[in-house]
């Protein structure tokens, strides 16, 4: 009996540990999903920011051109 009552322990245990590492896994991969997702909407924003500074320089170059062009 002492000894079938040690096994059902440890079984529990066992399966008590499991549960605790998949939600342990399912944090880690939720965390993980959360930064990948921080990090590709600073990216986008950057990229967003670089592109309407590009856009500004080639409508000023475009504004300086046929200024340029006139005075000759």
Not at 37 to 63: D, P, V
């Amino acid at each position: 009996m002492y000894q079938q009552s040690q096994q059902q322990i440890t079984q529990q245990q066992i399966i008590l540990l499991q549960q605790q590492q998949a939600q342990e896994i399912v944090l880690l991969q939720q965390q993980h999903a959360q930064q990948q997702a921080q990090e590709i909407a600073l990216l986008q924003q950057q990229h967003a920011q670089q592109l309407a500074s590009l856009q500004q320089q080639l409508n000023q170059a475009e504004e300086l051109v046929p200024n340029q062009q006139q005075e000759h």
